[in-house]
């Protein structure tokens, strides 16, 4: 078996081992738990595709979240008219995952041809232009429901699982099936060859040219790959939150969104998995936190959201200056510490009789 293969069916193994293990843990979750977890599979689709992006390529993105976006937009309108044309369970879910790559692949595909020829704080500029305009264009683009948004067609426990697994378990285990089925690839091009360009683009785009390496196509193909899987992510939480809507996709998500795989740890997929969960989980333990304390209602109100978005800049500057390469590194430095710590020595003969 050569070392491509191992490679592969190594990868593959893992995920469908951590699959198991979520849908799993599952039965051990409350439904408003099974929701976050659907939640944070969502987020963990847009994530991992943005730490390659930046990561790998060195392409910054401030408004991944349109591409997010741009799949739930595309699963509702795909979606909604196949429910009124009487379709319905699993083939509906198709369609309307086909509407999500088809819309989120396209304007990845723009944002990749742009990001071809534009660098730096001009990639930036142009992808935060974008998140910033979304209200208008859905406000001005007939069809996409304006501010009130799209509804998307009820998702519910098939027959064969009703009195097994409740909605929200039903909705968390579509969650992870399509989180498996969006990272897995990403995973797959990281550690491959398409990884191994990504990063001599980010390297030396001249070196990179000289070696036979076109870094046009490779950023183009980075961000169209982040783009399929922000938009399996949209329609996730489309069907999750059973509507779509430009106010879920702002700003501050979207640089949320990149706050998350710097402090996990850019260019790795567990650092992105970690960012995921701060960004599902951590407003929620600040606001459990900030109703303990008892503090009064006018300040627990202007706490609500922002003290959030504090606590995570409080983070990422904490997280930069300890641990640069994120915590997913940090995390991964003491796991190997404690493996190394357990392992049992090599015996080294004494003598040289001994041998």
């Not at 390529?57 to 997010?68: D, F, I, K, R, Y």
């Not at 730096?120 to 910033?132: F, K, Q, R, S, W």
């Not at 938009?231 to 509507?243: F, R, S």
């Not at 430009?246 to 990149?258: E, V």
Request: hydrophobic share 55%; with cysteine; proline share 5%.
């Amino acid at each position: 078996m050569t070392t491509d293969r191992r490679r592969v069916r190594r990868t593959l193994l893992r995920a469908a081992l951590l699959t198991l293990l979520a849908v799993g843990a599952t039965f051990l979750l409350d439904d408003y738990r099974n929701y976050q977890l659907a939640v944070v599979a969502a987020v963990f689709c847009a994530t991992a595709g943005l730490t390659l992006l930046v990561g790998l390529t060195g392409q910054l993105s401030l408004g991944h979240a349109v591409l997010m976006a741009a799949g739930g937009y595309g699963y509702a309108l795909a979606a909604a008219p196949a429910a009124a044309a009487g379709l319905g369970g699993p083939a509906r879910f198709a369609v309307g995952v086909a509407g999500a790559l088809a819309l989120a692949g396209a304007v990845g595909m723009l944002l990749g041809l742009a990001g071809a020829r534009l660098k730096g704080p001009y990639l930036a500029g142009l992808t935060l232009a974008l998140v910033i305009a979304l209200p208008a264009i859905t406000t001005e683009v007939p069809g996409l429901g304006g501010g009130q948004g799209l509804g998307v067609p009820f998702e519910g426990v098939p027959d064969a699982l009703r009195g097994v697994v409740g909605v929200e378990q039903w909705h968390a285990w579509i969650a992870v099936a399509v989180a498996a089925a969006a990272v897995t690839p990403l995973a797959l091009l990281r550690s491959g060859r398409a990884g191994t360009r990504m990063r001599a683009v980010h390297g030396d785009e001249t070196a990179a040219r000289l070696a036979g390496i076109s870094p046009a196509r490779v950023k183009t193909g980075a961000f169209a790959a982040g783009a399929l899987a922000a938009g399996l992510g949209g329609a996730v939480l489309a069907v999750v939150t059973q509507n779509v809507s430009h106010g879920a996709y702002d700003l501050a998500f979207s640089l949320l969104l990149l706050v998350a795989v710097v402090v996990g740890g850019l260019g790795s997929i567990g650092g992105a998995a970690v960012g995921a969960v701060l960004v599902v989980l951590l407003p929620w333990w600040i606001d459990l936190v900030v109703a303990g304390v008892g503090l009064p209602a006018d300040v627990e109100q202007r706490l609500a959201g922002n003290a959030a978005v504090l606590v995570f800049g409080v983070l990422l500057v904490a997280v930069t200056v300890v641990w640069p390469g994120g915590l997913s590194h940090a995390l991964g430095g003491r796991v190997s510490s404690l493996a190394r710590r357990f392992r049992p020595a090599p015996h080294v003969p004494p003598t040289l009789t001994e041998r």
